[in-house]
């Protein structure tokens, strides 16, 4: 059985582990977001296949949901000294030997494709990590300068860890999308798929970066499996991270029905087959299957259960 999983960083690191757990032995592959990643400090960061690497490979720092265990920060503390910016950034000691790695293969020649497989051999995640894309696309965010008063661009990583995301945006900006391809297996991934996984990671800046990549919608499309998309929104609330800070800047409800229409349904021109929202947190996506099955990952047996429940959504028996 050939599993697909579109995933983001923490949320979609967290599911995947569920998926492992309720399909063992199943091949699994996961399409990841790119467009977090950002160069700082001459290194090339990749905060979504990192979590998906470290979470599945059992290094992740499960407080924080990314980065390592056990991390320790000297470089960052020494780049502070210098006033090196930004200093806002947390670039661990553990994690910047991945950095180091990889942007050494980059700088070499290697496609961003070539650099993953090569870090998982360490990880051994348990999937197949492909990035969406080989090139580089980065999700820039234009606010209002609060000094100006002007609108600006800023990378999505400083507007996510150095702002919070209180800056008010007025649209994201996937850099460099139109002149990117899907990553190599993506395309045969999805069409081999006995279903199609879309994880909660937030919709608009992991699943729809990834989704915006030429290619992978109408790949997803096509694929000749279901596809289960599971909400990130609970109650009109994101579970983690920021969704409902990112839905309105696209004209999206923050609800589990607002994203489930965002989606669409398969037979009228979206992607999604089935939707599973939270139980209690009723939706209506016409053309989809709508299930209410309990969402939150609090512990590694409701993940499964979740992962379980979306694989059935699928029509995949599981054990
Ligand atoms: N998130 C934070 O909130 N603060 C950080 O300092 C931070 C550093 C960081 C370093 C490496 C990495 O792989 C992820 C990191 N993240 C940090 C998380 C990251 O910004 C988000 O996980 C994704 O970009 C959003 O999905």
Not at 182 to 202: K, Y
Request: proline share 6%; glycine share 12%.
């Amino acid at each position: 059985m050939h599993i697909v999983v579109l995933a983001g960083g923490v949320g979609g690191a967290r599911f995947l582990r569920g998926v492992l757990a309720a399909a063992p032995g199943a091949e699994v592959t996961a399409v990841v977001n790119t467009g977090d990643d950002v160069t700082l400090h001459g290194l090339r960061i990749c905060p979504d296949l990192d979590t998906v690497m470290y979470t599945l490979g059992d290094g992740i720092d499960d407080e924080r949901g990314w980065g390592r265990r056990g991390e320790s920060w000297t470089v960052k503390d020494e780049l502070a000294a210098y006033g090196a910016e930004p200093t806002w950034f947390g670039l661990g000691d553990r994690d910047l030997a991945t950095h180091l790695v990889r942007t050494r293969m980059l700088d070499a020649g290697y496609p961003l494709s070539d650099v993953t497989a090569a870090l998982a051999q360490r990880w051994q995640p348990g999937v197949r990590l492909l990035p969406m894309s080989d090139q580089r696309v980065e999700t820039h965010v234009v606010v209002t300068d609060p000094d100006t008063g002007r609108p600006r661009a800023i990378h999505f990583q400083e507007w996510w860890i150095r702002h919070r995301a209180a800056l008010d945006a007025s649209s994201f900006v996937q850099v460099g999308v139109d002149d990117a391809r899907p990553g190599p297996g993506v395309v045969e991934a999805l069409s081999t798929a006995d279903a199609v996984l879309f994880a909660p990671s937030n919709p608009v800046v992991s699943i729809g970066t990834v989704l915006g990549v030429p290619g992978i919608r109408d790949a997803v499309r096509a694929a000749s499996g279901r596809v289960v998309g599971i909400s990130p929104i609970v109650d009109g609330a994101a579970l983690r991270g920021m969704a409902d800070r990112c839905l309105p800047v696209v004209g999206v409800e923050v609800s589990a029905e607002g994203v489930g229409r965002h989606y669409g349904a398969r037979s009228a021109d979206g992607l999604l087959d089935a939707w599973l929202v939270h139980t209690d947190d009723p939706a209506t996506v016409p053309g989809v299957d709508v299930r209410a099955v309990p969402l939150l990952m609090g512990s590694p047996e409701a993940t499964r259960a979740l992962a379980r429940a979306a694989l059935d959504a699928a029509g995949v028996a599981t054990p």
